[in-house]
């Protein structure tokens, strides 16, 4: 079998082909307010890539959830399938072109010295946006499920149970986003609103709530409103260079309200797109593309600011709470087992998440202890496993190391973050100031300190076992100095 190597006008045509099958799949959706919302459920799903490279998913792969090239799922440690055929999509492909005489040509065409001259700027160059066709592969194509990855692990998406999340919580997130658009959050509307849920002004940029809306509606009529900040601004008007007229600024600002609200799981049984009729009749389809290109943008903007705000506010709870943050790392590494020991646990964590054995340990020292580390005066220290409670460093520091395979331990100095690590051994070091001094994690200033206060300690040692002798030898139990073995 021969393999004949495509031409440019090969690449051409196919490219060609998917725009044409990106515009029918387009056109489906305009039928009824089923399909309209059938793809805006598939919107929310795929908010991260452009509008065409989802129409594209969308028509050759239905009920696709997520997505990702052959590369992607290599490096998630997950295998495509055999005889998996990939999700045609298209690669943005730039290309430098240099002045020769008159002429543009490829920077990959140019001479050597044509190149050379370019990038010190001595021949003028130009970009220029072209696409290829890439292909990427759905979750369920791979072999993820066996290896019981979800898609909101491989794909670090905020994921939800299925419950409403508090309401407050995404107020908090859409509230950061109209400080971002620096639009004004009114306590009050301008005038009555009756039963319109909310209303955007926009020679003020502001928007107002009708305050007899329940807080769940409040989440929903504020991305309806914030949809029309983003879109319907004055700025954004001047840019597009017309007007659009009520019937499509309400139809977008209720899509990009649908989309956020149904990746987030809010119920979407009242939203209305009666304007679907309207908004198509008489339009071509370079107008449906341009505002539905509208909408993907905004609504994959929102989710992903929401997203954040959801996350780090994740994150403050649990560092808040040393408990959450020890299930939540337990979780992420699969620790289902509580009564697996220390060592393993760690091990399975430096499996999945390395970066989190810090703060696994801190939590667990400050869960453990119930010690308010942000009281110590000077350096503490917590063995895991061998001291209950933070001790001054030194003497946490004075024990035999020998016999334990894994030492962890979590050391506070004043002022500064916890510090927490662990070693296997003496195949690493004998104690952990010994592991300290080798990995280097503090200045050289705290690394003085910490000799210093175990260099007292040991000598303090000695002189309470010599103590100890004197003691002995006075009371004439038999025993002499040589008796001991002085450290």
Known sequence: MTYKKKTREDYQ???????DKMETQLASHFVSQESIKEHLDFMGRFHRYSTRNMLLIEEQFQGARAVGSYAYWEKQGVQVQKGEKGIKIFVPSPVTFIKRDTDWVASKDATKTEQKRAKEGALPTRKAMYYKIGHVFEYTQTDAREKGLEVSELFASYHRNGSIREAGSFRHALNGIAETQD???LDQPLNELGTAKGCFYPELNAIALNPRNSDIENVTVLIHELAHANLHNMNRNEERGIELNPHEKEFQAEMVAYTVAA???FPTDEFSLSYLASWTQGRDLRDKEDLLHEVHQTSGHFIREIHASLEQEQVLE???????????????????????????RLERIMQH????????????????????LSTFDEPMMLVHGSTDFFK?????NDRDFDEHETIAYTLVIPGEEPISQHFRGLEEASSPLH??????????????VLEKAWYNEVIATEDRDLEK????VGRNLNVTEKDFRIR
Do not use: C
């Open 469 to 472: 002798v004197k003691q002995l």
């Open 353 to 372: 998440t390395p970066e989190n054995v810090g703060a696994y340990l801190t939590s667990i020292a400050k869960q453990d202890t119930q010690q308010d």
């Open 13 to 19: 045509k196919e490219v060609q082909a998917l725009t």
């Open 318 to 344: 649990r560092e808040a709470s040393p408990l959450k943050m020890i299930e939540h790392i337990e979780n992420v590494a699969h620790v289902t087992d509580q009564g697996m020991p220390l060592a393993e």
């Open 392 to 396: 001054p460093f030194a003497k946490a």
């Open 263 to 265: 990746h987030f799981g």
């Open 435 to 448: 592991h300290i001094l080798k990995t280097e994690i503090i200045s050289k200033e705290t690394e003085q």
């Open 183 to 185: 639009v004004t959050l």
